[in-house]
Every structure is written in C-alpha cells, then in structure tokens.
C-alpha cells in the first residue's frame, strides 16, 4: 500500500450472504500484517435476501478517524450477480479503482454493463461455494477475489481470522477462498472517456398531503415494484408424495406468496418468492426442497 493512503472498500451483497462477515475478515487479516482497519454494515430493517451494505477501510500506517460510511470506494465488491442490474453498485467509484463481481458471465460480456477507469474483475463464486461448503454463501469466496485484484492483504493472512470465525468448517471455507484466487479473471482494459454511470430512476413516496383518506402509505403493490423475486439464488420445489397438505408453509411465508393450487397441493409465486428457505425448514414432512436457480 501507498504510506499515508487509506483504501476504502464497499461491499454489496443480501442479507445472509455474508457481507458483513467478508469485511470483518477483510479487517482481521489487515490488522494481522499491522495495518490499520476498519470494518463496520449499514443495516436498515432488511431482511434476509434485501440489498445490504458493508464497508471497510484499511490504511499501513496511519490511524483511521473517520467513521463515516464510504461513499467514494477504491474497491466495490458485488456478491450477488442480481444487485449488477438492481442498483448502481459503481456509484462513487475511484477513477484507478476495481469492480469485482461474482457471476457466471464473462469479463468481456459484463464490462459491456459500465463505463468507468478502472479495473473489473469477475469469479463464479457461487459455483465454488455450492461445490466446497455446500451452499451459497460466498463471503469467504469473494476474499480470494479481493486478493487476487488488489493485493490489499496477503492470502495468509486470513488464516487466523477465518480458522476463528468457522472452527471445524474453516478448512472448506480457506479451500473455496484459495481456489477463487486461482480462478478470478481480470479485465486488461479499461473503457476511456467520460465515466457514465448506470442512472436509476428511484420511486418517489407521496407526500402527506397527498395520500387519500383512509388510505395506507404502503400495499401489496409495493412487493411487486420492488421485484423480491429477483433476490433468490434458490427457490422451493414441494414433493407432493410427501406432501400432506397441511398449509404450514404458506402459513410461515414471510411475503405470502405460497398458495394452494386446484389439487390441493401448495406453491410459491416465483415472482415474489426470495428463496429465504422458510418454507422448506418449517415443513416437518420434508415435503419441501430448495434448489438451485432463480
């Protein structure tokens, strides 16, 4: 790192993914070498599945005092291909900086979505993620990524912090980190010219003078235009031999989007469903399955 520099890191990712846990970890190992760092979320009332934000800032030799979030990144890193097309996750973005993505598209394929002076880098996390640790949660996976594009910490160094943080699973975790590092590609050229940011068109909440008696400020309309259906990675599928009818994941659905078919048998509303997996831990016959895709 430069001396007196400070490298600020934003990371953008759903609720139980593990963003937060990334940039702990980030921080951790940072601090290991002897640097200085930061790691610290922003939360609102997400839940599980919804955009969520975490920041790091790591600096070589000199103390950090801000304590504000990080609005002008060095590093943007996006653990969850969907949050590309949702939200600006370049905004902000430091002319000389990096853009690391996990998806399954190319480097070429993915640069043709920005403008902007600096580096993309892009692994299929969530493929090694699913084959190593068995699931989608790709915090640790996204750290090798990290590495790879900046060389902000060294891989050994995440060691301790990750051997501390998943104790008898820290072993797969440090395979699927290693093996991101090996398989992260990055872009050789960077657009020139004029950055141009994606632009999105943010909804506008009406003003109190403007809501019509014995009207709520929000419905189930807003479920739609938010689109919660493009939040999973996973969605249910109901084995109706095991199947008993009985309703209780429809009763445990958080956004009310399983309903009963014609045959009696239950479904989820794939448009609304965000792949929380409520519904397959609350089916006490193991009816329900959550797999793979959107």
Known sequence: M??????????????GQGAVTSAEITALAAMREGKYAQAFPSFGPERRGAPVLAFNRISGDTPIRIRSG?????IVIVLDPGLVTLINVVDGLKPGGALIVNSTRSVDDLKQEFSGDWKLAVVDASHIARELLGVNIVNTTM???????????????????????????SKANFEACNRAFKETV????????PKKDKKF???????????????????VGNTKRFCTGDWKSEHPEWNNDVCIKCGICSLYCPE?????QNDGFFRADLFFCKGCGICAQECW???????EGS
């Open 2 to 15: 430069e001396k007196g520099r400070t490298i600020e890191i934003r990371w953008h990712g759903r609720g």
């Open 201 to 219: 068109q943010a909804d506008r909440l009406p003003k109190w003078n403007e809501l019509l008696v014995g009207c709520a400020v929000t419905d």
């Open 285 to 291: 016959t193991r009816a329900i399955k959550m797999v």
């Open 256 to 260: 009310a989007c399983i309903s009963q």
């Open 70 to 74: 990080v609005v002008k990144p060095d």
């Open 186 to 193: 990055l872009s050789e050229i960077t657009t020139s010219g």
């Open 143 to 169: 750290l090798g990524a990290l590495i790879k594009t900046t060389g902000i910490i060294n891989l050994e160094s995440l060691n301790e912090p990750i051997n501390e943080k998943f104790g008898a699973r």
